[in-house]
């Protein structure tokens, strides 16, 4: 049974960082791209970042750009989320998600996704 599993989200004040962690089990994932989504109350799902199979290639929504990095261990089969400079309108439940081969902003592309971990950035 493939798992996606996230930890590291909490409350922090505007300006503190936080790293979130997606751990996958039962299958290797070094053939799928890997994905961060967030979904706020009331809102859409919304694309924060991705990574390419190798880990070379990252890429970011603009509203995240210059803040947040993406990172991934395939002998772990992890993934992480650095967040720094945290504002409160970056609250949110934080998904994992994980694409065969190539990344995309659309959330509909993605066949495995972990249950979410909330993050709340107070002001």
């Known amino acids: 049974q493939v798992q996606l599993v996230e930890s590291g989200g909490g409350l922090v004040q505007a300006g503190g960082s936080l790293r979130l962690s997606c751990t996958a089990s039962?299958?290797?994932?070094?053939?799928?791209?890997r994905a961060w989504f967030r979904q706020a109350p009331g809102k859409e799902r919304e694309f924060v970042a991705a990574i390419s199979r190798s880990g070379s290639s990252p890429y970011y929504s603009d509203s995240v750009k210059g803040r947040f990095t993406i990172s991934r261990d395939n002998a772990e089969n992890t993934v992480y989320l650095q967040m720094n400079s945290l504002k409160p309108e970056d609250t949110a439940v934080y998904y994992c998600?994980?694409?065969?081969?190539?990344?995309?902003?659309?959330?509909?592309?993605?066949?495995?996704w972990g249950q979410g971990t909330q993050v709340t950035v107070s002001s």
């Open positions: 039962g299958r290797t994932f070094s053939s799928y791209a």
């Open positions: 998600a994980a694409q065969f081969w190539t990344y995309s902003e659309r959330p509909n592309n993605y066949a495995y």
